[in-house]
């Protein structure tokens, strides 16, 4: 009967090391796991232009705090950025659902609903909606 080789103390250091190494480097690869630091890297990510990257951040924000508000806020513009105009109506909705303050959502509602093409219910928001009140 043939006996099985086993593996040199060398090699089984060798191949620990290796899966070390990869957990590390995986481990590094991760998103960054609290809200807040995902909502800072979609905010970077909004700004370089890389608008993909910025709503899956962002969602992955909301996953963990479905109603945080500004991030409902940062998701519409991230969308209405790539080009999701009813993307970007119904998470900017979602933020004026959670009392984020209208003058800082309803432009941009104003805006996402024009390019997913929902004209008569921009043409149906008053002026105070529009911020046309602010000087």
Known sequence: MPMLKLPSRSSATAAA????AASLWLAGCQAPDTPEKQ???ASEALAQKKYADAVVRTR???QLQPD???ARLLLGQALMAAGD????V??????LEQKVAPPQVVPALARA????GDYKRVT??????LGADQA
């Open 124 to 129: 149906l928001m008053t002026a105070d909606e």
């Open 113 to 116: 609903l024009v390019m997913a």
């Open 85 to 88: 105009g009813a993307g970007a």
């Open 39 to 41: 909502l800072a890297a």
């Open 17 to 20: 090391a290796a899966v070390l």
């Open 60 to 62: 992955a924000a909301l």
């Open 68 to 70: 945080n508000g500004p």
């Open 90 to 95: 119904l998470e900017l909705n979602k933020a």
